[in-house]
Nanobody
């Protein structure tokens, strides 16, 4: 069974940068995405879409709140995904989750489209 795991979270000052990584076990044909859950929003339906990248062509999608600051990418083997986060703001503080789904690259901004989730990595941005 495919699994994903995140790494790279931490504490950073506002304006700083972090790079998150996600590794998918096994052969990947998955569309992949980053979601985040801010403090106090623990319900699944409150995981906020951050960015997604499709399998194959590698089309990228971003939430408006992170456009121009965050960059999503995949490794050459397609089973690794990254999120480069620059110009971080205190409102970016959240647990960041990696998610993966097979099939058509549709509804990529919806958390319930994904059936593989990581455990999350904490990002704290201090003001």
């Amino acid at each position: 069974q495919v699994q994903v795991g995140e790494s790279g979270g931490g504490l950073v000052q506002a304006g700083g940068s972090l790079r998150l990584s996600c590794e998918l076990s096994g052969r990947s044909r998955h569309n992949m995405a980053w979601f985040r859950q801010a403090p106090g929003k623990e319900r699944d339906n409150e995981r906020e879409f951050v960015a997604a990248i499709t399998w194959g062509v590698g089309i990228r999608y971003y939430a408006d709140s992170v456009k121009g600051r965050f960059t999503i990418s995949r490794g050459s083997a397609w089973n690794t995904m990254y999120l480069q986060m620059n110009s971080l703001k205190p409102e970016d503080t959240a647990v960041y989750y990696c998610a993966a789904k097979l099939g058509a690259p549709q509804d990529l901004e919806l958390s319930n489209s994904y059936d593989v989730w990581g455990q999350g990595t904490q990002v704290i941005v201090s003001s």
